[in-house]
């Protein structure tokens, strides 16, 4: 059998590797971006036909959202570097049994996820002091989306699946349907309906339930050795073992970024729904950037995965400063684009000049650095992809969770420092502290690499 006798397969073990990085990348950045467009369709339907408090409510759930979900988003990482380094090894009986052993992972991760977010969102937004104006509306949007995000968890362990053989290309065709799905069932469900958050919630799980169906269907058609079997669902308990190795520490990870973030959050709620509003139109414009930067730091993962199967330590050095370089360019030159333009693309969001001013406050602070962060992000996924989950752990732990929880506590509470600025500055300075020490750790595992 050929090892990449496929058109949606990319050696990433042989040949010219940045051009090969961006052939993974940019499809891997245009899906991202249409994933992206589910949230902003919500903030931009609400906030232009159901007002600044339902505008405050969907983008206020955000950091909730990534709380509960990033733990099992975690183990789609970790199917996405086991299944890659089984595949640049050419080990295809352990590649197929991490296929079905990860797609049955995603079933149960999103029941979990369902029944905790059903039961505990109201009760999680209080604690965050989420406003009474906003609250309820808040409840509504979260039950509904943990309602569907089975359908979420499926097609992001499929998409890993995919990835790890280099085709970023389908799953991109297929957000792109779910997108248009998604927006129009936006408009019919809040202008025609009056449905509110609880329509752009529907209207997202429905359009997520198109992406899980259409993932496992191709999943289902492939001829290669990664067909999946729906009869042949089971764990594997050695490779599922693998895959927690890896991911459940990524998903550590994403919780203590996205646990800071609550904590930020609800800092920005104590200063009102003028402040919340904003600061979730400038989120979402800050995630179109991020994603940018995010497909070369998941090319990273996968060129490195596939590459310490095949025993090549030359080339994931290699792949580590092109996809480092690449980030820097792609976040540097976005961030200048958005930030001229910044007051524009607020006024997608809503019309409230007030808004507009306060999502400026946080657009100065974040895109005069935004590249750092994805270049801590590069650094963390290039570790993660040569077999190290738990060192960026840690370094997460301490460069962002702790000092963010430190600095709001400390110097946020000083009185003449008690501004949403400094809330905002915590952001770049846990961004250098965490890539600084990844650095460090990437060097030094690199070493023991070329001594092996």
Not at 119 to 134: C, K, N, Y
Not at 269 to 279: D, Q, T, Y
Request: charged share 10%; glycine share 8%; hydrophobic share 50%.
């Amino acid at each position: 059998m050929s090892r990449f006798n496929s058109n949606n397969k990319i050696d990433m073990t042989e040949g010219p590797l940045f051009t090969k990085l961006l052939r993974f990348s940019i499809p891997l950045i245009f899906s991202s971006i249409l994933q992206l467009l589910f949230n902003a369709a919500d903030v931009v339907v609400v906030g232009r036909f159901a007002g600044d408090n339902s505008l405050a409510a969907v983008g206020s759930t955000g950091s909730l959202i990534n709380l509960l979900v990033n733990l099992f988003l975690g183990l789609s990482i970790g199917t996405n570097v086991v299944v890659a380094r089984f595949f640049g090894a050419q080990k295809i009986n352990e590649l197929k049994d991490a296929i079905h052993t990860a797609m049955l992972v995603s079933l149960f991760s999103g029941l979990v996820l369902t029944a905790v977010g059903v039961t505990f969102a109201r009760g999680i937004l209080i604690l965050m002091q989420a406003p009474s104006e906003v609250l309820e509306l808040a409840a509504v949007y979260l039950r509904i989306y943990f309602g569907g995000i089975t359908a979420t968890m499926i097609y992001n362990f499929g998409s890993a699946i995919l990835r790890a053989k280099g085709d970023t290309q389908r799953p991109l065709y297929i957000l792109f349907l779910a997108g248009v799905i998604n927006l129009l069932l936006n408009l019919f469900f809040v202008i025609s309906l009056k449905m509110d958050v609880a329509g752009v919630a529907l209207a997202t799980v429905i359009s997520q339930c198109i992406s899980a169906f259409l993932v496992v269907l191709l999943l289902c058609l492939e001829k290669d050795e990664f067909h999946l079997d729906l009869r042949k669902l089971k764990i594997n308990m050695p490779i599922f073992t693998q895959i927690v190795k890896i991911g459940l520490p990524a998903g550590f990870q994403g919780i203590m970024f996205s646990f800071s973030n609550v904590i930020i959050q609800s800092s920005v709620n104590s200063f009102g729904a003028v402040l919340i509003a904003g600061n979730s139109a400038a989120c979402n414009l800050e995630g179109f950037i991020y994603t940018s930067m995010n497909g070369f730091s998941q090319g990273a993962l996968t060129f490195c995965s596939q590459n310490l199967g095949a025993n090549k330590i030359d080339r994931i050095k290699k792949t580590v400063w092109i996809s480092q370089f690449s980030i820097i360019v792609i976040g540097a030159s976005l961030s200048a684009l958005f930030l001229v333009f910044g007051r524009q693309l607020l006024g997608i969001y809503t019309t409230s000049p007030e808004v507009i001013d306060a999502g400026m406050s946080r657009l100065w602070v974040i895109f005069t650095t935004y590249y750092l962060c994805g270049m801590m992000d590069g650094m963390s996924n290039s570790i993660r992809g040569i077999g190290h989950s738990l060192m960026p752990v840690i370094t997460s732990l301490t460069g962002a969770c702790i000092f963010r929880i430190l600095w709001l506590s400390t110097i946020f509470q000083i009185p003449f420092f008690h501004t949403p600025f400094i809330i905002f500055i915590s952001y770049p300075i846990s961004w250098i502290l965490t890539f600084a020490a990844n650095l460090v750790g990437y060097n030094l595992y690199i070493k023991k690499l070329e001594s092996l």
